[in-house]
């Protein structure tokens, strides 16, 4: 297992910010991240032993930590294997994306209807930092996340946002970025400002039309990406 750690970490030393955290909370936002981060990655097996050690905490809040993470199946029982970070095959990953078109495409329209003249701002201007970003994945990649992650709160449906959040830790076990591919690229830079244009024009089926056309495009590459063609 790689190494990972409690940020200003002392063990599972409390800051400011996390002083009405449990220390299993605190265990499964360290775990969730390091996961999230790929420090550790899919199909690489964790026992509460060693995390115990590393995090210098008690068995007990890592077991609660772990039995959390497999409710979100981030964390599964391999046979044979003990306990390992989930890895998606093809047919996981289809469904994963056909429900994200379904989400996506509902943020989408609700941010149509809700979204303020200073997060449409927003948007378009991440747009333009995408065109202007270059070719790198990664940046692509963050850039991607804020834009979502913008017409999420745009919605102003917490219900939908925090059930496109858990589906983005499910993505994070996928590693690679799409954005890996030369043509998604372009291709999701013209998908973006589909989805901007008319939650800008306020035309909620156009927005959850074009949110949806867009993650089926994510779909069709990250499969090209997971059978290497």
């Known amino acids: ?88 095959d093809t047919q996981q990953v289809l469904e994963l994306y056909a429900m994200r078109a379904v989400l996506e495409g509902a943020a989408a329209r609700f941010a149509a209807q809700h979204a303020s003249e200073g997060e449409i701002a927003y948007l378009e201007q991440l747009v333009n930092e995408f065109a202007e970003t270059g070719s790198s994945p990664a940046t692509l990649a963050k850039l991607n996340v804020r834009f979502h992650q913008t017409i999420y709160a745009a919605s102003r449906n917490r219900y939908v946002q925090e059930a496109l959040n858990n589906f983005e830790d499910a993505l994070s076990l996928l590693q690679s970025t799409t954005f890996s591919l030369p043509e998604r690229q ?14 800008a024009l306020h035309d909620s089926e156009a927005a959850e039309r074009a949110a949806r056309h867009h993650i089926g495009e994510a779909q069709k590459a990250r499969i090209r990406i997971m059978l290497g063609r």
């Not at 599972?12 to 360290?30: C, E, F, K, P």
């Not at 964790?46 to 995090?55: D, S």
């Not at 372009?186 to 939650?199: C, M, N, P």
């Open 1 to 88: 297992m790689n190494d990972f750690k409690i940020k200003d970490g002392d063990g599972l030393g409390i800051r400011a910010l996390d002083r009405s955290l449990s220390r299993s909370d605190l265990v499964y936002r360290t775990l969730l991240e390091a996961i999230r981060k790929g420090e550790i990655k899919p199909g690489e097996r964790v026992t509460e032993e060693e995390i115990a050690q590393k995090l210098s905490v008690s068995r007990t809040p890592v077991r609660a930590a772990l039995q959390s993470l497999q409710a979100r199946r981030l964390i599964v029982t391999a046979p044979g294997r003990g306990l390992m970070v989930a890895e998606l």
């Open 186 to 199: 372009a291709a999701a830079y013209a998908e973006h400002g589909e989805i901007v244009s008319a939650i």
